[in-house]
Structure formats: structure tokens, C-alpha cells
């Protein structure tokens, strides 16, 4: 069996063939990006399981983020020092024990620091599959083929989270969401050990950054603990002033940190100079922080409210799935043509657009046009807007900062899907206690008020998407050139269309 992905197949520790390297660690990718959207449809069982509120829900969800997103620069740097089968190896292992024990919670902590262990295992698992990648494809074409498998999969995870989460909450348990990945895991991990070579950059003078990773993931739990702790406590009570205080600190402390004592900095400020990796990095701020909370509102709304079984509501989520696939499919052929920012205003307002219309849920909305509609039309968007942000971020970058670049955006998109599902998460919780404050109890009142406050932050996400939508306007809005490696080694000027 052989995917042709080159004349001349590299070979891993014992003369292991290419696809066989590629299929491991497309294993680990699916693992990872799976664990985002798996957990979604399970979250009412596990809500009623371990007896979670509203508001602290979604940290199941944000435990993984934060430090998936806190970490995930010094992952690929680890890659680089310490070797790709080690750090590989290292994070599978952090990953696979991680659900195992997250399966076995019998408490909210205990599940929620499974989760945080989790996104830490992600986030030095991810970038070490694309590090094997790079390093065991080096013919253009081959290597051009392995990161289009390695996208796809990525891709897959998320369309058969939804529905895998649905089937194993419905059919055994909400623990089997963890539990899965755990024979996934040691199979990973077994065939890595046979068939990955170690390689490592013997010359490197890079150095990981710890402190810029914890005082980054320690600023944005800060944040993202003050605004769900608001909603329970308030906003002028001691415990949200003292997080909302730590965080700015934090993130703080970690600016002053980056750009004055970081020997190898994990998030070089001057990259934010270059206005279209900045510009990029805002509208993901955007995107991610619109539609990762309409999933969470979604998810709770299709089964509290409509009374949709687990395996209902994946399948509800597949037509989203599709569309993220077809707008990103259409972007990456239309990006040469339109332009990267043209794209950008189309996809987010698209996505603003769904989620305006989403916001008019009721209790009774027909499925067709105030469900599915919406939906799609949010996913389609966000499809639209991944390929040319890609773009964008890493336009203007030298050629070896590529990767960081790539990095950046990654992590953006990772922040704010944190702090907006923080924000619209404790909107909503608000909205809703109002609601039941202000109406009788009867026999839909309660239904009624979730809906009511999963509308408002629906409506409230779509404004940040238009906010995404207005951030374009920071891309340059004329051609840029610069220099590219042709597949021959040479130097060629490359044009760049924004507009």
C-alpha cells in the first residue's frame, strides 16, 4: 500500500515507508482536533453528571482551550530542540493519561484539570505532527500532498466529533468521549516508537520560553475566571476585581517579559508590526470568539430546550461541518482571484449574517429556516475566512518565521474562542436569570428564558463577527510583493493581492 506522496520515500526508524509515518501522525491531528468538538454534545450529561451550573460548563470546554492556546508556541519550539518522536511521543502520552483519568471524574475539578492537562497535551502534540511532516517530506509536491491529508484529517476530526460525541453520550456514557482516546493513544504511541526516525536541530540557539507560556495562560484564566465569576458574585465583589486584576498583570507582565528579557521569545512583538499579521490576528480574535460560543449555545439549546437526543444533535451539527469544508474549499481555488481581504468582508459578514438570524430563536422555531439556515450560513463564513487569513498572516514574514506566524494565528483564534465563550457564556446566564426574575413560573417559562438568553448572545456574537468584519480594514489594501523560494531553491518575487 503506498499514497505516492513521493518518487522516493522517506524512511523512519526501520525503513518505514512514508504513508505509514504520515498515518500516525494524522492519528494523533484527528486525537486532537476530535477533542474540541467531541465534548459539545455531551456537556448537558455531563452537566447533569457532576452537577456543573450554567456558567461553569463551559469550562469543561475552556480548560482545554487556554492551555492549548498558552502552549501551543512552545510545542513547536520543543519540537525543534528536543527532538519531533520525543516531543511527540512525550505529548501522546500527556494526552492518552490525561483522558483516561479526565473518564474516570468524579468531580468537577477533577474533570476540569484533566481538560487543562489535555490542551496542554495538544498543544505539544499538534505542532510536533507538522514538524514530522516538514522534516520527512522534503520533495515539494510530496510534502504538498502530506499537508493536504494532514488538513483534511484535521477537518475530519471535527465533523465526526460532533456526531462520535452524540453516539457514545447516548449509548454508553459521557466518560467514552475520554475513554476513546485511550486505545487510540497507546496505538499511536506504540507505532511512533517503531516507525518514527528522531530528528532535531542540533544547531539551534533557541530556547523554550516557560515563563512567557505560564504568564500568558495565567493572564487569560485570570480573565476568563472574572467574567464567569462575575455573573455569580458580580462585578464589584473582591473575587472578580482581584481576577480581572491578576489577569491584567499577567498579561502585562508577559508583554514587558516578550520584549525586554526573553532570550528566545515566544511571541516576538515586532511581528505585530507587519499590518497583516496583525490585521489577521484581530479578525481570528473576532471570528474565534463569535462562532466557538454559538456552538456551546447551540449544543445546550438543541437538547434543553428542543429535547434532541445526543445523536440528534451531532447529526444537526454535520450540515455546519459541510460548509466550513465548501467555503474553505472555495476560498483556497477563488484567493487568487478575489483577494484575500474581499474574502475576509465576505466570510465574516456572512457568518454575522447567520448568527443575526440565529438570534431570533424561539422555543417553536422551524428547523429549516431558523436552524439550518443560520448554520450553515455561520460555518460557511467561517470557511470563507480560514484560507485567507492563513494567507495574510504569514504575508510579509520571512520565509523561516513562517511557522511562527502560522502560529500566532492559531493561537488567536484559540483566545478568543476562550474569552468570548467567557463573555456571551455569562451574558446569556445573566439574560436568563433576569428573564425568570421578571416572568411566573409556568410550565415553559424555563425553557423560554434559556432560549431567551442563548438568543441575546447569539445576536451579541454577531456583532463581533461585524467587528471582525470592520477589522479588516488594518489588511493593506493594495498588492505587496516579496521574496519566495521556488521548488529550484531560487529567489522569486511573489505578488500578494489583498484587494
Given at each position: 500500500m503506498s499514497l505516492n506522496l513521493s518518487s522516493k520515500a522517506q524512511r523512519g526508524a526501520k525503513g518505514s515507508p512514508d504513508w505509514l509515518i504520515l498515518a500516525v501522525v494524522c492519528v494523533a491531528q484527528f486525537m486532537v482536533v476530535l477533542d474540541v468538538s467531541v465534548v459539545n454534545v455531551a456537556l448537558p450529561a455531563i452537566k447533569t453528571s457532576l452537577g456543573f451550573s450554567q456558567t461553569g460548563l463551559q469550562w469543561i470546554l475552556n480548560a482545554y482551550t487556554l492551555t492549548f492556546a498558552g502552549f501551543l508556541l512552545l510545542g513547536g519550539r520543543a519540537a525543534d530542540l528536543y527532538g519531533r518522536k520525543r516531543v511527540y511521543l512525550f505529548g501522546m502520552a500527556l494526552f492518552t493519561v490525561s483522558s483516561l483519568v479526565g473518564g474516570f471524574s468524579n468531580s468537577q475539578e477533577m474533570l476540569v484539570i484533566s481538560r487543562a492537562v489535555q490542551g496542554l497535551g495538544g498543544a505539544i502534540l499538534s505542532p510536533a505532527t507538522l514538524t514530522i511532516i516538514t522534516t520527512t517530506f522534503t520533495d515539494p509536491k510530496a510534502r504538498s500532498k502530506a499537508l493536504g491529508m494532514w488538513s483534511a484529517v484535521a477537518g475530519a476530526g471535527g465533523a465526526v466529533g460532533a456526531l462520535l460525541g452524540g453516539v457514545l453520550t447516548q449509548l454508553v456514557s459521557w466518560r467514552w468521549i475520554l475513554f476513546i482516546n485511550v486505545p487510540v493513544g497507546a496505538i499511536a504511541f506504540v507505532a511512533a516508537m517503531v516507525v518514527i526516525s528522531e530528528r532535531r536541530r542540533e544547531d539551534s540557539k533557541v530556547k523554550l520560553d516557560l515563563p512567557g507560556s505560564f504568564l500568558v495562560t495565567f493572564g487569560l484564566a485570570s480573565l476568563v475566571y472574572g467574567l464567569v465569576n462575575s455573573s455569580t458574585y458580580g462585578w464589584g465583589s473582591m473575587s472578580t476585581i482581584l481576577s480581572f486584576a491578576f489577569a491584567v498583570i499577567g498579561l502585562v507582565w508577559f508583554v514587558i517579559h516578550e520584549m525586554r528579557y526573553a532570550e528566545s521569545p515566544l511571541m516576538p512583538m515586532s511581528m505585530f508590526k507587519i499590518r497583516p499579521v496583525m490585521g489577521a490576528n484581530v479578525v481570528m480574535m473576532a471570528v474565534g470568539g463569535s462562532i466557538f460560543a454559538s456552538w456551546f449555545f447551540l449544543s445546550l439549546y438543541f437538547q434543553e430546550v428542543r429535547g434532541y437526543s445526543p445523536i440528534k444533535t451531532g447529526l444537526v451539527f454535520l450540515p455546519q461541518t459541510i460548509a466550513i469544508i465548501v467555503g474553505a474549499q472555495f476560498s483556497s481555488r477563488m484567493l487568487g482571484r478575489i483577494g484575500a481581504k474581499k474574502l475576509l468582508v465576505a466570510g465574516t459578514a456572512i457568518s454575522a449574517l447567520g448568527l443575526?438570524?440565529?438570534?431570533?430563536?424561539?422555543?417553536?422555531?422551524?428547523?429549516?429556516?431558523?436552524?439550518?439556515?443560520?448554520?450553515?450560513?455561520?460555518?460557511?463564513?467561517?470557511?470563507?475566512?480560514?484560507?485567507?487569513?492563513?494567507?495574510?498572516?504569514?504575508?510579509?514574514?520571512?520565509?523561516?518565521?513562517?511557522?511562527?506566524?502560522?502560529?500566532?494565528?492559531?493561537?488567536?483564534?484559540?483566545?478568543?474562542?476562550?474569552?468570548?465563550?467567557?463573555?456571551?457564556?455569562?451574558?446569556?446566564?445573566?439574560?436568563?436569570?433576569?428573564?425568570?426574575?421578571?416572568?411566573?413560573?409556568?410550565?415553559?417559562?424555563?425553557?423560554?428564558?434559556?432560549?431567551?438568553?442563548?438568543?441575546?448572545?447569539?445576536?451579541?456574537?454577531?456583532?463581533?463577527?461585524?467587528?471582525?468584519?470592520?477589522?479588516?480594514?488594518?489588511?493593506?489594501?493594495?498588492?505587496?510583493?516579496?521574496?519566495?523560494?521556488?521548488?529550484?531553491g531560487s529567489v522569486e518575487r511573489v505578488e500578494i493581492a489583498f484587494d
Amino acid at each position: 500500500m503506498s499514497l505516492n506522496l513521493s518518487s522516493k520515500a522517506q524512511r523512519g526508524a526501520k525503513g518505514s515507508p512514508d504513508w505509514l509515518i504520515l498515518a500516525v501522525v494524522c492519528v494523533a491531528q484527528f486525537m486532537v482536533v476530535l477533542d474540541v468538538s467531541v465534548v459539545n454534545v455531551a456537556l448537558p450529561a455531563i452537566k447533569t453528571s457532576l452537577g456543573f451550573s450554567q456558567t461553569g460548563l463551559q469550562w469543561i470546554l475552556n480548560a482545554y482551550t487556554l492551555t492549548f492556546a498558552g502552549f501551543l508556541l512552545l510545542g513547536g519550539r520543543a519540537a525543534d530542540l528536543y527532538g519531533r518522536k520525543r516531543v511527540y511521543l512525550f505529548g501522546m502520552a500527556l494526552f492518552t493519561v490525561s483522558s483516561l483519568v479526565g473518564g474516570f471524574s468524579n468531580s468537577q475539578e477533577m474533570l476540569v484539570i484533566s481538560r487543562a492537562v489535555q490542551g496542554l497535551g495538544g498543544a505539544i502534540l499538534s505542532p510536533a505532527t507538522l514538524t514530522i511532516i516538514t522534516t520527512t517530506f522534503t520533495d515539494p509536491k510530496a510534502r504538498s500532498k502530506a499537508l493536504g491529508m494532514w488538513s483534511a484529517v484535521a477537518g475530519a476530526g471535527g465533523a465526526v466529533g460532533a456526531l462520535l460525541g452524540g453516539v457514545l453520550t447516548q449509548l454508553v456514557s459521557w466518560r467514552w468521549i475520554l475513554f476513546i482516546n485511550v486505545p487510540v493513544g497507546a496505538i499511536a504511541f506504540v507505532a511512533a516508537m517503531v516507525v518514527i526516525s528522531e530528528r532535531r536541530r542540533e544547531d539551534s540557539k533557541v530556547k523554550l520560553d516557560l515563563p512567557g507560556s505560564f504568564l500568558v495562560t495565567f493572564g487569560l484564566a485570570s480573565l476568563v475566571y472574572g467574567l464567569v465569576n462575575s455573573s455569580t458574585y458580580g462585578w464589584g465583589s473582591m473575587s472578580t476585581i482581584l481576577s480581572f486584576a491578576f489577569a491584567v498583570i499577567g498579561l502585562v507582565w508577559f508583554v514587558i517579559h516578550e520584549m525586554r528579557y526573553a532570550e528566545s521569545p515566544l511571541m516576538p512583538m515586532s511581528m505585530f508590526k507587519i499590518r497583516p499579521v496583525m490585521g489577521a490576528n484581530v479578525v481570528m480574535m473576532a471570528v474565534g470568539g463569535s462562532i466557538f460560543a454559538s456552538w456551546f449555545f447551540l449544543s445546550l439549546y438543541f437538547q434543553e430546550v428542543r429535547g434532541y437526543s445526543p445523536i440528534k444533535t451531532g447529526l444537526v451539527f454535520l450540515p455546519q461541518t459541510i460548509a466550513i469544508i465548501v467555503g474553505a474549499q472555495f476560498s483556497s481555488r477563488m484567493l487568487g482571484r478575489i483577494g484575500a481581504k474581499k474574502l475576509l468582508v465576505a466570510g465574516t459578514a456572512i457568518s454575522a449574517l447567520g448568527l443575526g438570524l440565529m438570534g431570533m430563536i424561539s422555543i417553536n422555531s422551524p428547523y429549516l429556516t431558523s436552524i439550518l439556515v443560520p448554520s450553515i450560513l455561520i460555518t460557511l463564513g467561517a470557511g470563507l475566512s480560514f484560507t485567507p487569513l492563513a494567507f495574510a498572516a504569514t504575508s510579509g514574514v520571512r520565509p523561516q518565521d513562517a511557522g511562527l506566524a502560522s502560529g500566532l494565528l492559531n493561537t488567536s483564534r484559540q483566545v478568543g474562542g476562550a474569552i468570548g465563550l467567557a463573555a456571551l457564556a455569562t451574558l446569556a446566564t445573566s439574560v436568563t436569570t433576569s428573564y425568570l426574575l421578571h416572568h411566573h413560573a409556568g410550565g415553559q417559562v424555563a425553557s423560554q428564558a434559556l432560549t431567551h438568553g442563548y438568543a441575546v448572545a447569539l445576536r451579541i456574537s454577531a456583532l463581533v463577527a461585524l467587528a471582525g468584519t470592520a477589522a479588516t480594514s488594518l489588511l493593506p489594501s493594495h498588492s505587496q510583493t516579496k521574496d519566495a523560494h521556488g521548488t529550484n531553491g531560487s529567489v522569486e518575487r511573489v505578488e500578494i493581492a489583498f484587494d
